[in-house]
Structure formats: C-alpha cells, structure tokens
C-alpha cells in the first residue's frame, strides 16, 4: 500500500556563494516558486484555469511521438495534471514530473496513490536544473513556456531541452495563443501564434505539426492555446 509522499528531487542547497546577478536570478526564482506555492496551497485543482480532467491534445500527441512503455517522458509544469496518470494508465514506466511547486507535486503523488512509484518527481526550475545529457525521448510542456517573459529565461529553457532532450526526440509545448489571456494567476505572459512559438527554439527543432486547442476553464471561459510538435535535429 502507497503509505506517503515519494520522494522528489531537490536540487542540492549546500553550494558556494554566488555571483551577484546569479544571486538576483536566485531571489527572483524563488519569489516565484513562493507565488505558485501559495497558488497551489490555496486552490483545490479543479479552481485554476487551466484545469483539465484529462490533457486529451497532450496525451494523444505524445502517443503518436511513441507508444513504447520505455519512452522517456518529461512533462514540465505537470504538477498537479492528470497527464501523469493517464501516462502510466497507458503503460509508459519512465515518466518524470516537474514542478517548482512541493505543493502540486505531493497532490498528485497522494492522488496517484501506490502508482507514483511509478514516475519520477523533480521539484526545480526547469531553467536550471542540471539535467543529464539526452536523457528524454520526449519533452512536455503545456502552460510553463509562456510564463518566460524574460529572453534571458526563453533563451536558458531551449537550452536546457537542447542538452536533455536526446537527437532526433520529440518536443511538445503549448502556451496562450494569440487570442489568449495576458495574464494567468496574477503573472504576465507571453502569447504566441505557431510560427512564433516555433521561432522562438530555433532551426534545430524541425515542426512536425501544430494545432490550436479552445480550452474551457472551470468556470466556462474558453482560453486558446497554441501546440507547436517538434523533433530535434543534431547539434
């Protein structure tokens, strides 16, 4: 029987002073992270906007990717999505999920109950995180993206799927399409129609496909995403 949290990775607290700018990025990433925790320890799952009972477009774009259960899949921001349970109800044996949020992660692991011994919980940054080299098969990410108004941040997430993703891997992310929100949980973001989302990784993500998706909120107003579906070429 699932008798408690599973364990979630960290990154290691016990490292040497740093460089003042890195430190300034540092406070800014942790105010952040207090900002979704408290967005996560005030809200039930269901009273967030971008709340689905099943991630149909994201789960049928990644079965198409492959449907090998040793598919190594990533989903960025999953943290309290169902994406992660329908990956394991499918079969898949090696999914990791990501969240700055402690909070969403130990949701969907008390949800999940004894099958969260069967993903891999990382509570980081996705910008800086030290990821492995080409350690996914497949990288999501549905609503993380758009949250980076800073070119800096844009420019260190493609980096970070460039070095974690494997040559010739699928990439799937989606934000707020041209006709979406400005803001979401009191953050500003950035909206993007398929041919700037896909300018925004650059030549060596080859679109596959894109789609456009009119999601409804809980409280029935629709919100538009835009999916770019890329594999990646040789660095």
Not at 6 to 20: E, I, K, M, Q, S
Not at 83 to 101: C, E
Not at 225 to 235: E, Q, T
């Amino acid at each position: 029987m699932y008798s408690g949290r599973t364990p979630f990775y960290r990154p290691d607290a016990n490292a040497l002073p740093l460089h003042p700018i890195i430190f300034e990025q540092a406070v800014c990433a942790m105010k952040i992270t207090e900002h979704w925790e408290r967005i996560y320890a005030t809200k039930r799952p269901h009273q967030v906007s971008w709340y689905r009972r099943h991630l149909d477009v994201s789960l049928r774009l990644i079965t198409n990717a492959s449907d090998d259960p040793a598919t190594r899949i990533v989903d960025v921001g999953g943290g309290e999505s169902t994406l992660v349970d329908d990956l394991i109800a499918a079969g898949y044996r090696d999914v990791t999920v990501m969240d700055l949020s402690a909070t969403a992660l130990e949701v969907a692991q008390r949800r999940l109950g004894d099958d969260a011994a069967h993903a891999t919980w990382i509570q980081a940054d996705v910008c800086t995180h030290p990821f492995r080299s080409r350690v996914f098969d497949i990288w999501h990410d549905r609503a993380v993206f758009h949250f980076l108004t800073d070119l800096r941040d844009r420019a260190a997430y493609v980096r970070q799927v460039g070095r974690a993703v494997r040559d010739g891997g699928h990439v799937i992310v989606a934000t707020f399409g041209p006709d979406g929100p400005l803001q979401c949980s009191g953050l500003d973001v950035v909206r993007y129609d398929a041919q700037s989302l896909h300018d925004a990784f650059g030549m060596r993500f080859a679109l596959v496909d894109h789609l456009t998706e009119a999601h409804e909120t809980p409280w029935g107003t629709i919100q538009q995403f835009v999916y770019c579906y890329c594999k990646l070429l040789r660095d």
